[in-house]
């Protein structure tokens, strides 16, 4: 007997006949004599639709407010799958992050856990109940309803996981686990049995959503056995996401192929080469809540260093323009900028022990005439910066390249 | 300065506009220096939506489960009021049942308030907030949440106003008052400056479907002024619900017609006439959980009696069936129904101090005609059960005999 949290998204409890579908799949598991604790996100759609509500009666809703409103969104689809599952014969309870008490600092819309009290759930799990969570919200200290912010019930499920010392915490979402690259872009894909938590980071934050950053943290630091899973295929294993010290099932150099079209680029040229001038270039923008990504400067000639930075599109309009406004100050020869960029990267912890793979990288994009704009690496990942429209090129170039269509030895 | 609940039902926040309205009522009294209690019921229509949800997961919904689905459409309301009323510039703070602590039994969906903390409330308030609740909720002791059932928001308007003892608590509706009769059958039909409570509690179990009984019956204990207004229009004073021993602003013998169309008769005939007859007619029903409304029992001359009681009209089959399987071991002669009748009623504290109001009434609808079938009396009221056709007429005739429409002397 396991105990097991299992977390579904918003297209996995869409509609009634889904809802009814997941109950079916959670019965399955507890015939098997598992415990179960279910974690839910609202009704796809759902949150969006109380968002635009919110900004039709005041612009910038207050942030208290709006976790009051978003937060019945999980309130209903938790009340709802317990139904199924009654109705199932099955003994089942929801409750909210509040009832829980999933308690949070008092960030609105972006609240953190700060603790969870399992003992309302241990009593219930013992006495044979399918206890169903709301994710994505929590409570304050004095009592206010928060959220976690967007993608927050990966973080519940995980959370939760911890705090019970469950054994496994499946997160079924629309895709059936983990791929090498989209498989949209390389129907060669290959489904991995599982990756670890390292390069799970890095595949999420460039774009492979299949599950939310912070929750893979957290599962990490708390050593969750995460495994990912389609809600709408049965019986497959999906992905596990394991720890390096883990005995490793497969040990690939290169775990996948990660990519990112939500970027744009600006440079800075003919800047003076003395200290303090990245501060000089980034602080305004920083000032401007404007995230950056990739930061590359290299010395120049004569004396003038040249800066290129990376942010998300929606903010390349507003980024480059407050260059621009301090471009004198800085005494930048020019401020230019490209949106029609995309990222590309290889990610893979066997890199830490494998020399010559930006080599490869490189050499592969260039046989196939791609250009290079941008290098960076990490530990675990080499990422570039291409022309957007060479994008789904270098996918599956270096998708071959790596060998990631096949299972590695 | 005086402090105010307002209680607004679900047509007065049924759409983006309206509550913006509802915002701007709420800030014109906060600006005449008064403090400011909100109480809201979900947008009209939500809370029927999400009961077919309900029963589409489940036949016959688990009530607890209920109350947690049910409960999220106030929760939408209070969270979007207090964003309207803080686009206006106002401080203004949602609560919902439980973070108010609105403590309740645990009948889920049909619970009774058992105590209200005011303190969070009363703190907000002297800070200068509106507070904003959540009507028809609350919570038991074990932390579930509750709701209170149809129109319960009223009630929590009520419990609020005498927790915190409000100088006033107004049920803003989309009537602007009670009438001396319903309006859309006599255009004559009167608004009342004031009502009793008792007489208001006959016209609301009569039909007359403004306040929900349950909250004048707490408004009567605790000694809450309650003030039914619209909230569609502007500057009407509305109809005050007083008490006996408060100074009368017009004192009239009868203050309106009720009527109700929703009741049909079951007749039991040749009875015969010993103790225990009412118990073996009415237990069967009883045990069938059908409510009963006017019971008649009279004694005819052959040692046999006829007993005629009333019942919802959706439970007429249900009862009538029961009583001819029950027909031989009642040992009555006949067992008959009637689904086409109406009741009118007379109400009025002034019948305590005046003799012949039920003369005049059996005259003025002998005059045109209409018969009568059956004459219940209580204090206050007098009601009568007619072919359900002559509704119309007898509502007009009366109104007409008591003088109604022209304002007390």
Tied chains: 1, 2.
Excluded: W
Excluded at 291 to 296: A, G, K, T
Aim: hydrophobic share 40%; proline share 2%.
């Amino acid at each position: 007997m396991a105990l097991i949290v299992q977390k579904y998204g918003g297209t996995s409890v869409g509609n009634v006949d889904r809802i009814k579908n997941v109950a079916q799949r959670v019965a399955k598991f507890k015939m098997l004599g598992h415990q179960v604790v279910v974690v839910l996100s609202a009704m796809s759609g759902e949150t969006n639709k109380l968002i635009e509500l919110a900004k039709s009666i005041q612009k910038i809703p207050d942030p208290r407010e709006m976790d009051v409103l978003v937060s019945t969104g999980e309130q209903v689809t938790i009340s709802l799958l317990s139904m199924a599952l009654k109705d199932l014969g099955l003994k089942a309870k929801s409750y909210t992050g509040s009832q829980v008490r999933i308690l949070t600092d008092d960030s609105f819309t972006k609240a953190r856990i700060v603790s969870i009290d399992e003992a309302r759930i241990r009593a219930d799990l013992d006495s044979g109940h399918v206890v169903v969570v709301a994710g994505f919200q929590g409570v304050d200290e004095q009592g206010n309803i928060t959220t976690l912010g967007r993608g927050g019930s990966d973080t519940t499920g995980v959370a939760l996981a911890a705090a019970l010392k469950a054994d496994e915490c499946q997160i079924y979402t629309d895709v059936d686990g983990v791929y090498t690259t989209d498989p949209r872009i390389v129907p060669e894909a290959r489904r991995l049995k599982s990756i670890t938590f390292e390069e799970m980071l890095e595949m999420a934050s460039l774009g492979s959503k299949v599950l939310q950053i912070r929750s893979v943290e957290f599962a990490g630091k708390y050593k969750v056995k995460l495994r990912v899973l389609s809600s709408f295929e049965e019986g497959g294993d999906g992905t596990l996401i394991t720890f390096e010290d883990d005995e490793i099932m497969e040990q690939a150099i290169i775990s996948g192929i990660a990519f990112n079209r939500d970027e744009a680029k600006i440079t800075v040229t003919g800047v003076p080469d003395k200290p303090g001038i990245a501060y000089q270039i980034l602080g305004p923008v920083a000032d401007a809540n404007i995230d950056v990504d990739m930061i590359i400067q290299n010395v120049g000639a004569d004396g003038t260093t040249d800066f290129t930075f990376t942010v998300h599109r929606n903010e390349f309009t507003k980024a480059l323009d407050i260059l621009k406004s301090a471009q004198s100050q800085i005494g930048a020869r020019e401020v230019s900028g490209d949106d029609k960029i995309a990222k590309v990267s290889v990610v893979g912890v066997g890199m830490r022990s494998h020399v010559g793979i930006a080599r490869s990288m490189f050499k592969a994009l260039a046989e196939d005439g791609i250009n290079i704009q941008m290098i960076s690496t990490s530990e675990i990942k080499i990422s570039v910066v291409i022309d957007e429209k060479y994008l789904e090129l270098a996918v599956r170039v270096l998708h071959k390249a790596f060998n990631l269509d096949q299972e590695p030895a």
